[in-house]
């Protein structure tokens, strides 16, 4: 589903992201790891056709996203680690306007919509607007809005923001779901937690570089994946 070659991004003198490669299965629930500044946004931008390589290669379904962007958009849904939301309309408007944004009929994609605004408890809701939802419940909004057009690919760039117990743990049920639908679903997450429980594997990276990569089970062995983490992302000041 996902095919990365040498994927490189610089800025200036500085290398964002550095000759990574790395294949996603479709109906693979991939998890993408690292702190703060290690490039994980950098290549999800390039991923959704946000941001062009300085060099390297990445494809979905085997559609060149900078040569193809426009078909590669068209089944994909993404959620930024800041999403933005025009707060003056509703979430139904939310909903159909993204809808139109992909060419769809908002009368087939309505009731996959309102299902999914039900799934996360929020339905009677959808005509209010968005301004006077909490943040979770906008959250929960985005999330709707990025999969309204029924997508292949799911990116998504920390998942879990603003979200309760209860609704994380309907994003994890969610994720599965879709991976069941033979769904591709790419995060990245801080919440090592949420890694570990949701993906089927995990890349690690760190200034620019996967350091790391395999199932939960593989980079654990017998170690908590935390410790694991630590270990390749953050050296002991000398």
Not at 28 to 50: D, H, M, Q, S, Y
Not at 85 to 105: C, D, H, I, M, P
Request: proline share 3%; net charge negative.
């Amino acid at each position: 589903m996902i095919e990365i070659r040498n994927l490189t991004k610089r800025y200036g003198d500085f290398t964002a992201v550095d000759d990574v490669s790395l294949d996603v299965a479709r109906g693979e629930i991939f998890g993408f790891l690292g702190p703060n500044g290690a490039g994980k946004t950098t290549t999800i931008r390039i991923l959704a056709g946000l941001s062009l390589p300085t060099s390297g290669t990445v494809r979905v379904n085997g559609l060149d996203v900078t040569a193809e962007g426009v078909r590669v958009k068209a089944t994909t849904g993404y959620i930024p680690d800041r999403p933005f939301l025009y707060e003056k309309l509703t979430g139904r408007e939310l909903l159909q306007f993204v809808a139109n944004l992909y060419s769809r009929e908002w009368r087939d994609c309505e009731t996959r919509a309102m299902e999914l605004l039900a799934y996360f408890g929020i339905a009677d809701w959808a005509d209010a607007r968005i301004e006077n939802l909490s943040h979770g419940m906008k959250q929960k909004l985005v999330i709707v809005s990025a999969l309204v057009h029924d997508p292949e690919l799911l990116i998504i760039d920390e998942p879990m923001v603003g979200l309760d117990a209860l609704a994380q743990k309907q994003v994890k049920m969610l994720f599965r779901r879709l991976a069941e639908e033979k769904k591709t679903v790419f995060l990245t997450t801080h919440t090592l937690s949420v890694a570990e429980a949701v993906c089927d594997r995990i890349a690690i990276l760190n200034r620019g570089r996967i350091v790391a990569s395999g199932t939960t089970a593989e980079l654990k062995s017998d170690r908590a994946l935390e410790d694991v983490f630590l270990e390749l992302t953050y050296e002991e000041p000398a």
